[in-house]
């Protein structure tokens, strides 16, 4: 089959990044010709501003090199500007006469910057700030020439000044407007930013106009005038005061243009054969100037350029910061205010901290940020959500990380954090290894960094830091994923949410039944998606659902806690932390014959043998099984413990039976798989010596009965308890909280912990379905005391003596 | 050469598993079965922190290892990309349903 011909003008970020999606998806669909103006291959414009601030080299921000556009069969035509498209005879025409016909058109013609229309505009000296020629015209005439003048102050024109200011240069900003980056910044955010860059030696001149640029005795810019007739020197002058879509191209062609080239939510012109994506683009009345934005019409483009024809492209809210070394500044959304807005603010203007959330009908629509601005992405994530933060809104401001984040030291602005300073605790990552990898290697998400750092890939307290890092490395290009709709891992498309009502809807039974279903994109997935899908698969579908333990991880498959040097760990359950003599005599003699390095009382009230080989495991259990104790659970996405204190049994304070308590909720609970780790804990009086405060349910007895509380964690970031309800009963304690936690498992997302699912969905919806819905809480109660019946004790049926011969096989080695 | 050895059945390997095949003189080696019926065997250390790569989950044909999610690719016993590592991967066939290894 002859293939099509897809000719692109422009060999931009946008278009090449169009480029990429259609090799990935539909690599031998089209013979692809690339034309672009400058003389290079594809580089990174973001990085631009570092280049001229002297902290990187051209050759670092190259995104594509020539040899991928030859590997990849790319015709690439560079120094060639297109100057017509034929539409009747589908041929492009460049100004050395070049031709190349198309059967599919794309253009991404990126933008010009807009030029004041003043004398003196023309003169030698007088540059804009886009690409690769103006940014090395500064380098050389910084080099050799004094006053600088940049006019514009928004984002571009003040990191060309401050790059200026690097290179030596004596730098005077212009701006027409009352304060600086008025467009991404309110006043006060503006005037502490440029105090800030006063400090580093930059000059403003704000509200001012500029009327003429004087030329000197050797023909060369000299001097800038103002409108009051004042004048400045000047031997350079930058223009940065906006850009405009470049259309140039498509309107000569007939197409139509708006401030862009107007397309589709599917990035198609007017004319069919034509596709439009990047800055030149005006999608909906927006022309984006940002990458992120440019990123995601690319992946629309190119699905429907390689004819899947299902994306769709619906606008983005876009985000600013600022790439300015040591000056952490952020914006996102609408903060200008008006009807029915709120303001929360915090200003701290000699802590160099100004923090503005706007709010409107309790969600977030903007958020401007100076000095601190660790929780930028939690805002805009808020706002892309559009999520309901009514019931955080007493201490939003104090950000996501306000309370019992580790491992960072509690950092909280990035851009002044020093390369040395250690960003993710877990993988001893510094904060100089993340920007180096995000500059050399080009990239652009918080996964990216994840897999090639491994920074914040462990226990994830650090991912707002890392965000941090990133968004100040590559500017505005950083959009965090929106957490509702993100594809549960690169196999498949789909979120979560999608998937777990596809195996509801559908009534799906099997891992290969949701993927076929669901048009899984990997042949059996990955060590990310099978553990996810086997989960919904068999709390959706409870005996009935086929479970798969070549789709759980290794701890669930062997029922024992892998370490570090491939042995095992075994914890046999103690009921509500209560033991007898008799136990322990079994985990002592248990302990002596396997010879177990290590014996460790664990958090959970119970006795940990740590450094147990595999194949020992069976025979241990035998002889644990053997004293009548059962499988701990202390490796899985399950209930875990529940810890009492000693309550009204002994305890002279004590108003409640926690321990008898404790043990009925845990023999209730023996089991249950879920979303992630639970723990509970009971406790006898409010004193609470049983830290029910930080678990996922937490009981506390009073005299006329007990409190529940939920959502709890103390483990990565401390999360207290929030008040759930207060029974009288210990059925009613049974009843509640069985309830609460299957709503739990058929509504949250796979490694989603209670507090992260209350949060995503807010308490009082789970009030409302658990504690004031009385039929709705017994179906919950119902249909998960239904999913524990007839649950096996999985170290029995493995055990060596009585054990299921199948069960067991993976406990034993073969021999060469 | 062709030093076959008898390791097991097929079927003793379950799909997307794997069995540990003990060896004096190589150490452990990992015996893995894929969907397509494919079995590999590599040295059952992971090159990042020695993680036993046969209790991993098994995808395509690839592992992840256990201990810290690298991916191994199991003909070559490469590690996938960023990562950089390899372990050392053995010759092995299946024939009549029985498993060969040669070591």
């Known amino acids: ?816 | 050469m062709s030093d076959w050895k008898k390791i097991c059945a097929l079927t003793d390997i379950p799909v997307l598993g794997s069995r540990v095949v003990k060896s004096e003189k190589h150490g452990d080696i990992a015996i893995f079965r894929n969907s397509s019926d494919e079995v590999f065997a590599v040295h059952d250390k992971c090159p990042h922190k020695g993680g036993p790569l046969s209790q991993g989950i098994v995808h395509g044909k690839q592992v992840t290892c256990p201990l810290h999610s690298w991916k191994i690719e199991l003909d070559s016993g490469n590690a996938v990309a960023p990562d950089v590592g390899c372990t050392k991967s053995f010759a092995v066939k299946t024939e009549g349903g029985e498993v060969f290894l040669t070591i």
Not at chain 1, 12 to 27: Q, S
Not at chain 1, 183 to 196: F, I, S
Not at chain 1, 502 to 507: E, G, P, S, T, V
Request: proline content about 4%; aromatic content about 6%.
């Open chain 1, 1 to 816: 089959m002859r293939k099509l011909k897809l000719v692109m003008v422009g060999n931009g970020m946008a278009g090449v990044r169009t480029i990429e999606e259609i090799l990935k998806i539909a690599p031998d669909m089209y013979d692809i010709t690339v034309f672009g103006a400058e003389p290079h291959p594809n580089y990174n414009r973001i990085l631009l501003s570092p280049v001229l601030a002297g902290e990187m080299t051209i050759q670092d921000i190259i995104l594509n090199d020539l040899d991928w556009y030859k590997d990849n069969g790319i015709n690439l035509q560079t120094g060639k500007k297109i100057v017509t498209i034929d539409r009747k005879k589908r041929k492009v025409i460049a100004d050395d006469g070049t031709e190349a016909e198309y059967d599919r058109l794309l253009l991404a013609t990126g933008s010009n910057p807009f030029i004041l229309p003043i004398p003196g505009k023309d003169l030698p000296g007088v540059i804009s700030y886009r690409d690769i020629a103006d940014t090395d015209a500064m380098i050389t005439t910084a080099a050799t020439h004094k006053h600088a003048v940049v006019i514009g102050a928004g984002l571009l024109g003040l990191e060309a000044a401050n790059g200026l200011a690097i290179r030596g240069m004596d730098v005077t900003i212009v701006h027409i407007g009352d304060w600086i980056m008025e467009r991404q910044l309110d006043k006060m955010a503006g005037l502490m930013l440029q105090q800030a860059l006063e400090t580093k030696g930059m000059k403003f001149r704000l509200p001012a106009q500029t009327a003429e640029l004087i030329a000197g005795e050797s023909g060369r810019v000299a001097a800038v005038k103002f409108k009051d007739g004042e004048t400045i020197p000047a031997d350079l002058v930058v223009m940065a005061a906006g850009i405009r879509p470049n259309t140039e191209l498509a309107e000569k062609a007939g197409l139509h243009c708006n401030r862009g080239i107007v397309v589709s939510d599917t990035l198609q012109t007017f004319d069919p054969r034509i596709y439009a994506v990047g800055e030149c683009a005006n999608h909906r009345g927006i022309a984006y100037g940002l990458v992120a934005p440019l990123f995601e019409q690319a992946k629309v483009c190119a699905n429907h350029l390689a004819m899947f024809g299902i994306g769709r492209y619906q606008g983005s809210v876009t985000s600013t910061k600022l790439k300015v070394t040591g000056i952490d500044v952020f914006s996102a959304g609408d903060f200008s205010g008006g009807d029915g807005t709120e303001d929360i603010v915090l200003s701290d203007p000699g802590m160099g901290v100004y923090k503005r959330v706007v709010i409107k009908s309790d969600k977030i629509v903007g958020a401007v940020m100076y000095g601190d601005t660790v929780d930028g992405s939690w805002y805009f994530q808020m706002l892309k959500d559009a999520q309901d933060i009514h019931e955080i809104r007493d201490h939003l401001l104090f950000g996501k990380s306000n309370l019992g984040d580790a491992g960072h030291k509690g950092q909280n602005s990035a851009a002044s954090l020093p390369d040395t300073a250690e960003v993710c605790g877990c993988n001893g990552v510094c904060k100089g290894v993340i920007v180096k990898s995000i500059k050399e290697k080009g990239l652009f998400t918080l996964e990216d960094v994840r897999k090639h750092t491994k920074a914040s890939s462990s226990c994830g307290s650090c991912t707002g830091l890392v965000e941090q890092i990133l968004a100040s490395t590559i500017g505005g290009a950083y959009t965090p994923a929106d957490s509702n709709s993100k594809a549960v891992c690169g196999c498949t498309d789909h979120s979560h949410g999608e998937v777990r009502a596809a195996i509801r809807d559908l009534h799906l039974l099997s891992i290969p039944a949701v993927m076929t279903a669901m048009d899984w994109k990997t042949p059996n997935g990955c060590a990310s998606c099978r553990p996810a899908l086997n989960y919904y698969l068999t709390s959706s579908w409870p005996h009935e659902a086929i479970d798969d333990p070549q789709s759980r991880f290794i701890n669930e498959r062997a029922h024992a806690n892998i370490q570090k040097d491939g042995t095992y760990s075994v914890v046999p359950r103690m009921w509500g932390g209560l033991t007898t003599p008799n136990e322990l005599r079994a985990i002592a003699d248990a302990a002596e014959k396997y010879k177990v390095p290590t014996v460790k009382v664990t958090g959970g009230q119970r006795i940990d043998l740590l450094g147990v080989k595999k194949d020992d495991l069976p025979k241990m259990w035998d002889d644990l099984a053997k004293a009548g104790m059962v499988s701990g659970h202390a490796y899985g996405k399950s209930l875990r413990t529940v810890k009492t204190c000693v309550g009204a049994e002994h305890c002279r304070f004590g108003t409640q039976l926690s321990m008898e308590m404790g043990v009925k909720l845990e023999k209730m609970l023996f089991g249950m798989y879920s979303p992630h780790k639970v723990k509970l804990a009971v406790s006898g009086c409010p004193r609470n010596c049983a830290e029910a405060g930080i678990k996922d349910v937490g009981v506390i007895g009073v005299d006329s009965g007990y409190e529940i509380y939920v959502a709890g964690n103390g483990g990565i970031k401390t999360e207290v308890a929030e008040f759930f309800c207060k029974v009288k009963t210990d059925d009613e304690v049974m009843e509640y909280s069985g309830a609460f936690l299957q709503i739990y498992r058929e509504e949250a997302y796979y490694l989603e912990r209670t507090v992260h699912y209350v949060q995503r969905v807010g308490l009082d919806y789970v009030k409302a379905k658990v504690v004031e819905d009385a039929a709705n809480r017994k179906a919950l109660y119902e249909r998960l005391l239904f999913t524990l019946q007839g649950y096996k004790d999985p170290w029995l049926e493995r055990s060596a003596s009585v054990g299921v011969a199948e069960l067991k096989k993976p406990f034993e080695d073969l021999t060469v």
